[in-house]
């Protein structure tokens, strides 16, 4: 779900001068409802932390120390680098890495194989893979759960035709977090590479092909620049819903590994009870993901400039 | 016209009545249904129950906005205590609750709520663990079940997701005091959760009962009455009374500060406080009440269930909240612990 | 030489299958098991509908009846107030021409798309708890409004975009005011994607969890945060039943959305 440019074909000017009457509801709603909170959570990074929750308004970078800096268990030793939460946060990366690419290895296969069938096979291909897009995350998250635990359906059908002679273990694994991340986010990467594919050229594939490129070589080096920015916007619709998720490692991980959505929450409705540091770890995801959005958005301008 | 009164006097009042709610604030799984509906039979009150599950989800809930939202909620011992100080206890006297004299000798002057001036009990219970007899069949009176568990636990073991409670069944393994200061106790409290980590499947207070029927633990730290629940779901299970002790708790029903429907609160103490009421509660959570006459209502299979009846001489220890300076070190514990 | 067939890769077929199956094996494992007899979850009972029928009448219906209606009451009003606001937004957006803010107004609608939701999540709990407002549906509603927008925008502007303003220039040409060009030539014409739209963000509310449960108010729940608290305590059977009505309605929505995309496309 690339977002469509402004402007476009239709650059009308009908409503010119009412502009700021038709937006008017977006700001406020937005603004109101997401602008300044997020404002908010960014001052309440930089307070001091009430005992057991809530916030002193004093100005404090004691949330970002705690993050980047190991004072030690009783915060009177020499300050070395903290690496828990960047461990966290790496990890939480490194899945979320690791998700997109497995999606984008079962992904670009299926988007290519719907777009080149006939026009109408294809809606009927591509509504059979959103429809499972359109059922509930929680409830695929759980049927994910039920299908992998030790003793569920696919360790029963391993063990009864004798695969195995002991249930795989996956419950509870960082592998189950990565499975359900997958799992999860799988259409958000088949649907734009799907539309990319669908309004690629085949004659740029018969000219590689005049000149004697293999079918592997025409992928690597006409296809695959071609629908590149289909495979970028899929990346990153899969890559940072990935990167906060908290429904698979809570249901699928036994929230025995923090990944960053799990370390957020926690800070607010567990134990710990440390607003400022769950909103400087909130920041510092958000910075995360506005870097890569960034780079992304420079990687468009300069392929719409070239 | 005396007659056309009273009659409209009573449809006035029960008009009124049915307009009156309770909002309360509870664990999961710990409320009956049909109990909340003999409830609202009696007293028109309708009730809407919301449920945590753990006493500092609790306290984080309440400290995020919700206090001034719920009439009543159902604190452990020493969350009553920390509620208390944080001054977000609403309190009452005891004869605006006419069955308060119902209250069991040894429940009334308890150190969390002296006289019992804003809490009433609900239930009360241990805390330990229990193990699945088909994986392990040796001893499994020790806390070294969860804290250095044998080969055929190892990788299998659910632990609550509770600082209070795992924290001081871990303290008890090591014999060293609660809410101590000494750094090298605290360093050797650290190293050994750390550690046992490795063993352990997952964190959990709301799955520890699935997760023993279902198979995915083969041991977990677990509530009795909970753990009489998986057994009697039909999971092969067994609830350890530990040499180092098992942890005792209480929870109760606690008038909130800023209570939006303070009467129907004390209603519905007053309501539990009746025995057959208590004990219907009783016979479902299946841990103990502290109401007096409670015994002749009572489900046989709850009150001589073995997890309701720890072996002479067991051990017993209360959670105790820290003071601050010393709960940092123990939330820094837990987060180290969680990474 | 042969001729290649430059649309066909051998094994792409294969990954399609089985991303299929991937896709759909934990769904039909669950509405499979919703349909066991027995109690327990993993072992096969027979087939019966009694789930089901613990769904509507068992113990546990009326807070899931009541969670059902909060999600559906909180879809309704967000996603329509989404719609409203993101149709009004798109006519901004494609029919006034250049004017200031225009690229930070459209940085603001996807606003919501580039903040991770659990940092949104936590930023409307902060804010809520920071205003003292924890009234009721009252907060979910006003934060998947924001967070709907550009869901329903997405569809709407995509229509636009193929919508050209020739028709409505003939109709004022004709003496129409703005405002009768609006209601009947270009509104008629948007219908589709506002349509589209408006499923979009309602399917998007209605599948929030973590949104929702840091600003819930007391008492209220719905059917996501219902289910959660029920799951963490057991996949039990009747949550299976309700998974599986889940994914009947959303067979049936997306179909829906098709057709009438479809019939969209027919009349342009």
């Not at chain 2, 008009?15 to 604030?25: C, D, I």
């Not at chain 2, 069955?99 to 009433?120: A, Y």
């Not at chain 2, 229990?130 to 044998?150: C, E, Y």
């Not at chain 2, 207070?205 to 730290?221: W, Y």
Request: aromatic residues 12%.
């Amino acid at each position: 779900m690339a977002a469509m440019a402004p402007g476009g074909a239709s650059n009308s000017e009908i409503y010119k001068g009412n502009a700021g009457k038709l937006l008017l509801p977006t700001w406020l709603v937005i603004g109101f409802f997401l602008l300044i909170p997020v404002a908010l959570m960014a001052i309440y990074s930089f307070l001091t932390k009430e005992f057991r929750g809530g916030v002193i308004w004093e100005f404090s970078l004691t949330a970002y120390d705690q993050f980047f800096l190991n004072r030690g268990l009783f915060g009177d030793e020499p300050p070395s680098i903290e690496w828990t939460y960047i461990g966290i946060f790496w990890r939480s990366i490194w899945q979320a890495g690791l998700a997109t690419v497995l999606c984008l290895l079962i992904g670009f296969p299926t988007a290519w194989f719907i777009a080149t069938r006939a026009p109408r096979d294809r809606t009927i291909w591509l509504l059979i893979v959103t429809v499972p897009y359109w059922v509930n995350l929680l409830i695929r998250t759980v049927s994910m759960k039920f299908l992998i635990r030790d003793e569920g359906p696919l360790n029963a059908l391993l063990l009864s035709t004798g695969i195995i002679d002991a249930p795989l273990g996956l419950i509870n694994t960082n592998l189950a977090v990565q499975l359900g991340l997958f799992y999860s986010y799988l259409p958000f990467m088949v649907l734009p590479v799907y539309a990319a594919v669908e309004r690629y050229d085949f004659a740029l594939s018969e000219a590689a092909a005049d000149l004697y490129a293999s079918r592997w070589t025409i992928l690597r080096l006409v296809i695959l620049p071609v629908v590149k920015p289909g495979i970028i916007a899929g990346c990153i619709l899969v890559f940072v819903p990935s990167l906060g998720a908290f429904l698979a490692p809570d249901l699928l991980g036994g929230a025995k590994s923090f990944m960053i959505g799990s370390l957020i929450e926690e800070q607010f409705k567990g134990a710990a009870g440390n607003w400022p540091f769950g909103a400087a770890a909130a920041m510092i995801l958000m910075t995360i993901v506005m870097i890569v959005l960034l780079v992304y958005a420079r990687s468009q301008t300069r392929e719409a400039k070239a | 016209m005396n007659k056309f009164l009273a009659t409209s006097l009573i449809a006035l009042t029960a008009s009124a009545a049915s307009a009156q709610e309770l909002k309360l604030y509870n664990w999961f799984e710990y409320m009956p249904q049909e109990l909340l509906d003999k409830f609202t039979a009696e007293t028109g009150i309708t009730v809407t129950m919301d449920t945590y599950d753990s006493n500092e989800a609790l306290l984080a809930s309440l400290k995020a906005g919700k206090l001034g939202a719920y009439d009543i909620a159902v604190p452990g011992d020493y969350m009553v205590k920390i509620l208390g100080d944080e001054g977000m206890l609403g309190s009452f006297t005891p004869d605006e609750i006419p069955n308060h004299g119902n209250i069991e000798e040894q429940w009334l002057n308890v150190p969390f709520d002296e006289g019992r001036k804003s809490s009433v009990p609900y239930q009360w219970g241990s805390t330990s663990f229990a193990v699945n007899r088909d994986v392990f069949d040796g001893d499994i009176n020790d806390t070294a079940i969860i804290f250095s568990p044998p080969e055929e636990l190892a990788g299998k073991i659910n632990v609550l997701d509770t600082s209070g409670e795992t924290l001081t069944l871990a303290s008890m393994h090591l014999a060293i005091p609660q809410c101590t200061s000494d750094r090298d106790q605290l360093k050797a409290l650290n190293a050994l959760v750390t550690e046992a980590k490795a063993s352990w499947a997952s964190f959990g207070s709301d799955v520890a009962k699935d997760v023993l029927t279902s198979g995915d633990a083969a041991a977990g730290m677990i509530w009795n009455g909970f753990s009489a629940k998986a057994r009697n779901e039909g999971a092969n299970i067994e609830y350890a009374y530990p040499k180092q002790g098992v942890i005792v708790w209480m929870d109760n029903l606690t008038l909130l500060k800023d209570a939006p429907n303070r009467d129907s609160a004390l209603a519905f103490m007053n309501f539990m406080l009746e025995p057959e009421n208590a004990a219907a509660l009783t016979n479902f959570a299946q841990y103990s009440g502290g109401v007096k006459g409670m015994a002749e209502f009572l489900d046989p299979e709850v009150a001589n269930s073995p997890e309701n009846n720890p072996p002479e001489g067991t051990k017993t220890v209360f959670v105790e909240a820290c003071p601050e300076e010393i709960q940092v070190m123990y939330d820094a514990i837990w987060t180290n612990l969680k990474k | 030489m042969k001729q290649l067939d430059l649309r066909r890769f051998p094994g792409f077929f294969a990954i399609t299958l089985a991303c299929v199956f991937v896709l759909y094996a934990p769904l039909m494992v669950v509405a499979v098991y919703s349909f066991n007899e027995s109690t327990s979850i993993t072992r096969w009972g027979g087939f019966s509908l009694s789930w089901y029928a613990d769904v509507f009448t068992g113990p546990e219906s009326p807070k899931f009846q009541r969670a059902a209606l909060n999600s559906l009451i909180i879809a309704v009003l967000a996603g329509s107030g989404a719609t409203l606001i993101a149709t009004s937004a798109a006519v901004a957006m494609h029919r006034a021409g250049r004017f200031k803010a225009k690229t930070a107004s459209f940085a603001l609608i996807n606003l919501p798309l580039m903040v991770p939701e659990v940092v949104t999540a936590v930023a409307s709990l902060i804010f809520f708890t920071a205003i003292g407002f924890s009234g009721g549906i009252g907060t979910i509603l006003l934060a998947h409004l924001a967070f709907c927008i550009p869901f329903a925008y997405l569809p709407i502007a995509a229509r636009m975009q193929s919508i050209s303003d020739s028709y409505e220039q003939a109709a004022m040409d004709l003496y129409a005011t703005p405002k009768e060009a609006f209601r009947l030539i270009l509104l008629p014409l948007m219908m589709p994607g506002i349509f589209s739209g408006f499923l979009l963000a309602f399917i998007i509310s209605l599948d929030d969890f973590l949104i929702t449960n840091f600003v819930k108010g007391a008492g209220v729940e719905t059917l996501p945060t219902a289910i959660f608290g029920a799951v963490k305590q057991g996949i039990k059977p009747n949550i299976m039943a309700i998974s599986t009505l889940m994914l009947g309605v959303s067979v049936v929505f997306v179909t829906l959305s098709w057709l009438i995309g479809r019939s969209g496309q027919k009349t342009q």
